[in-house]
């Protein structure tokens, strides 16, 4: 079946512009996950959306990042007022939510260059 | 921050030879995943060990894992040049939610 799909697959944007980055996650999936990876910190977590719970969003590393999760599905992540270190590759990941055993599985990715 | 540490963070080896690369962690895990990554891209999962596993197999890997020692280990055997990829290791750790902790990844070179 179909993966985990996201778009755009590249994004270049000026500093200061908003940017809307989407996430499709595998039919059926109830977990969803954003990551990035930038050269600097590697890849790490951002926020994390299980069924209808809250999100965990302690990954965000400011004010400036946001997302939703629309009917359980679809996911955006916004990035308000850019800056060049937001400058990365962004990763969606989604899973079955098996409890203690969860295989995560990443899409390709969008690559957001901030000028 | 990363919780995991990878060794070597570049490898280069031949065709045919094996490839083991090294991972070590700070917390208490559930589970320990092994991914691959082509050209900076998506990721692949490779294979998942539980914290109460300590080798698992798939194919032409083998990944063992020590929780004694928080570290684990991804073995290649008969690499082909297909296998070129940067590797990294990845953490959810317990009581923490099922987020991934991500270790620096191995790049791995296998030379046809």
């Known amino acids: 079946g179909a993966g985990v799909s996201q778009s755009p697959s590249n994004k270049v944007t000026e500093k200061g512009k908003d940017v809307e980055l989407r996430c499709d996650p595998i039919?059926?999936?109830?977990?969803l996950y954003w990551y990035r990876q930038s050269l600097g910190q590697g890849l790490e977590f951002l926020i994390y959306?299980?069924?209808?719970?809250?999100?965990?969003k302690s990954g965000l590393p400011s004010d400036r990042f946001s997302a939703e999760r629309t009917g359980g599905s679809v996911s955006t992540l916004t990035i308000q007022r850019t800056q060049q270190e937001d400058s990365a590759v962004y990763l969606c990941?989604?899973?079955?939510?098996?409890?203690?055993?969860?295989?995560?599985?990443f899409g390709p990715g969008t690559r957001l260059t901030v000028l | 921050s990363q919780q995991g540490e990878e060794d070597p963070q570049a490898l280069s080896i031949q065709e045919g030879e094996n490839a083991t690369m090294n991972c070590s962690y700070k917390?208490?895990?559930?589970?320990l995943q092994w991914y691959r990554q082509n050209s900076g891209r998506g990721l692949v999962h490779l294979i998942l060990?539980?914290?109460?596993?300590r080798e698992k197999h798939s194919g032409r890997l083998r990944v063992t894992l020590d929780t004694s020692k928080k570290s684990s280990s991804l073995l290649i055997t008969a690499s082909r040049a297909a296998d070129t990829a940067s590797y990294f290791c990845?953490?959810?750790?317990?009581?923490?939610?099922?987020?991934?902790?991500f270790g620096g990844g191995t790049r791995l070179m296998v030379k046809p």
């Open positions: 990941a989604s899973s079955l939510f098996q409890g203690l055993t969860d295989t995560q599985y």
């Open positions: 039919s059926g999936h109830t977990a």
């Open positions: 959306f299980q069924g209808n719970s809250a999100p965990d």
């Open positions: 917390t208490s895990i559930n589970n």
């Open positions: 060990i539980r914290s109460n596993e």
């Open positions: 990845a953490t959810d750790r317990r009581n923490a939610g099922n987020m991934l902790t």
